[in-house]
């Protein structure tokens, strides 16, 4: 079981919200101010719970898109709960 941290969860989600439809963020630690392991936790967590309309995997590298409206909703608990 993944125990990502709060805040690395709001990170992520913060920045996909940003995101147009169609649009994917690459996931870079250094990018978003995160370790790779922190990163990775955060990401296979929110995946698994359908935050991201889009989630791509290959060769290490992880993207994400636009949020669903899952993602909309966990961001607004985690940034106020």
Known sequence: MLNPS???CITI???ASELA???MLPLDPGRLG???NGMLAA????SERACFRHYREGDGHYAV???SLQGRLRLEQ???G
């Open 6 to 8: 709060k805040s690395d």
């Open 13 to 15: 989600l913060s920045a």
């Open 21 to 23: 439809d169609d649009s």
């Open 34 to 36: 995160l370790s790779r």
């Open 43 to 46: 990401a296979a967590f929110l």
């Open 65 to 67: 898109g636009a949020l």
């Open 78 to 80: 985690l940034s106020h």
